[in-house]
Nanobody, 123 residues
Framework: VQLQASGGGLVQAGGSLRLSCAASGRTFSSYVMGWFRQAPGKEREFVAAISWSNGRTHYADSVKGRFTISRDNAKNTVYLQMNSLKPEDTAVYYC?????????????????WGQGTQVTVSS
């Protein structure tokens, strides 16, 4: 499985960005796509996840109500719409793939990762 992330950039606080992650290669029908982020000097943290089979979603408390994860089955692409961005959202964002909904918060459980895209929110 190959993952290609895009859509990062520089935005002012309160602004919006949409990240995309296209998956290619052999995937399972019940796989999960997740977004993680890592700020300088911090550990990688879970942001959101979506089940490809039924669209079930889950968010970190820090982004709930501001970020929306969605998928386009035809394009094998997952999106992360980020609204009301804050300076503390600044990080490198990674998309990741795993085969089941088990322990979706744990980065160690994901099998494949995209290359990361930088999101910078200025105050």
């Amino acid at each position: 499985v190959q993952l290609q992330a895009s859509g990062g950039g520089l935005v002012q606080a309160g602004g919006s960005l949409r990240l995309s992650c296209a998956a290619s290669g052999r995937t399972f029908s019940s796989y999960v796509m997740g977004w993680f982020r890592q700020a300088p000097g911090k550990e990688r943290e879970f942001v959101a996840a979506i089940s490809w089979s039924n669209g079930r979603t889950h968010y970190a408390d820090s982004v709930k109500g501001r970020f929306t994860i969605s998928r386009d089955n035809a394009k094998n692409t997952v999106y992360l719409q980020m609204n009301s961005l804050k300076p503390e959202d600044t990080a490198v964002y990674y998309c990741a793939y795993k085969g089941s909904w088990y322990q979706i918060h744990s980065s160690a459980e994901y099998d494949y990762w995209g290359q990361g895209t930088q999101v910078t929110v200025s105050s």
